[in-house]
């Protein structure tokens, strides 16, 4: 069931980028997230929570197909994406629109900080002049707000930067792209405090123009940085609001027992 809105030319017009319905994924057998219906808006930041082993990397993992590559991993249920259902996508398409970024930073270790940028795009099937790709480097970079820590040294060797750069530069490569919807899965988590806002600064940046799932163990992080937070517990969802509402007035007993720190 889509919320639609009509727009000027009479089209129906989702305000979600990212919806599922009775989402369930399973490795061997063994559910890793159960029943998990949720709409994620369009331009918003939606933080999600929850203990460890609760399914929320499976849950970001399934928005862009990354189960098929598992071997014994089941997925059904419905996730539709910009308005079409994920099916209908090739896998390339969807990781161009649905891009991601991982906990432990993970540049191309033989490629410069330039290479590193444009690689997904060659990845992902876009051709382009070479001329171009000055232009599209300094703009992800930019957007990932690397680009005056990096601007001198384009052909340096990714593994010179410190961690947090190389971090804002998987920021950047993902960008390149010209994803839709960006999925982060703790990706400050081996960052000291000041790498880490300024990836938070970031984030916020780059808002007005994608859809922004992060996964966050950080309580601080997710109340400062999120739109929406969506708390999962035991693979499934036990609430999801506006994230002012999940911390000072949770529905749910159990989620103001995590985000008081009683468990997790
Ligand atoms: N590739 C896989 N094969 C088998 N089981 C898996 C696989 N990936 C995840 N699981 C299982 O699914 C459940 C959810 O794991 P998931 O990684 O989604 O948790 P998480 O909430 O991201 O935890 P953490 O906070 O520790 O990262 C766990 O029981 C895990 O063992
Ligand atoms: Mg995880």
């Given amino acids: 069931m889509h919320e639609n809105t009509t727009n000027i030319t009479g089209q129906k017009e989702s305000k979600f980028s990212l919806e599922t319905e009775n989402l369930n994924v399973s490795f061997s057998g063994r559910n890793a997230i159960s029943d998990i219906s949720i709409k994620i808006r369009y331009n918003s930041i939606t933080a999600i929570i929850g203990p460890s082993g609760c399914g929320k990397s499976t849950f970001l993992r399934s928005l862009n197909f990354m189960h098929d590559l598992t071997q014994g991993s089941e997925v059904t249920g419905s996730i539709n994406v910009l308005g079409k259902d994920i099916t209908d996508y090739d896998s390339t398409e969807i990781r161009r629109k649905v891009g991601m970024v991982f906990q432990k930073p993970?540049?191309?270790?033989?490629?410069?900080?330039?290479?590193?940028?444009?690689?997904?795009?060659?990845?992902?099937?876009?051709?382009?002049?070479?001329?171009?790709?000055?232009?599209?480097?300094?703009?992800?970079?930019?957007?990932?707000?690397?680009?005056?820590?990096?601007?001198?040294?384009?052909?340096?060797?990714?593994?010179?930067?410190?961690?947090?750069?190389?971090?804002?530069?998987?920021?950047?490569?993902?960008?390149?792209?010209?994803?839709?919807?960006?999925?982060?899965?703790?990706?400050?988590?081996?960052?000291?405090?000041?790498?880490?806002?300024?990836?938070?600064?970031?984030?916020?940046?780059?808002k007005s123009k994608y859809t922004i799932i992060i996964v966050t163990h950080n309580m601080q992080q997710a109340a400062r940085a999120s739109d929406y937070t969506a708390f999962f517990y035991l693979g499934k969802l036990i609430e999801h609001s506006k994230t002012r509402n999940v911390f000072t007035s949770p529905k749910e007993k159990l989620t103001e027992e995590y985000i008081t720190g009683k468990f997790g």
């Fill in 106 to 206: 993970n540049p191309f270790p033989t490629m410069s900080v330039f290479e590193n940028v444009i690689a997904g795009l060659s990845l992902n099937g876009f051709r382009m002049m070479r001329n171009k790709y000055n232009d599209i480097v300094e703009e992800a970079l930019s957007k990932a707000g690397l680009w005056d820590e990096v601007k001198d040294r384009l052909k340096v060797s990714a593994m010179s930067l410190s961690g947090g750069q190389q971090q804002r530069l998987c920021i950047a490569r993902t960008l390149a792209v010209s994803p839709e919807i960006v999925l982060m899965d703790e990706p400050t988590s081996a960052l000291d405090p000041k790498s880490t806002a300024r990836i938070e600064e970031t984030i916020h940046e780059i």
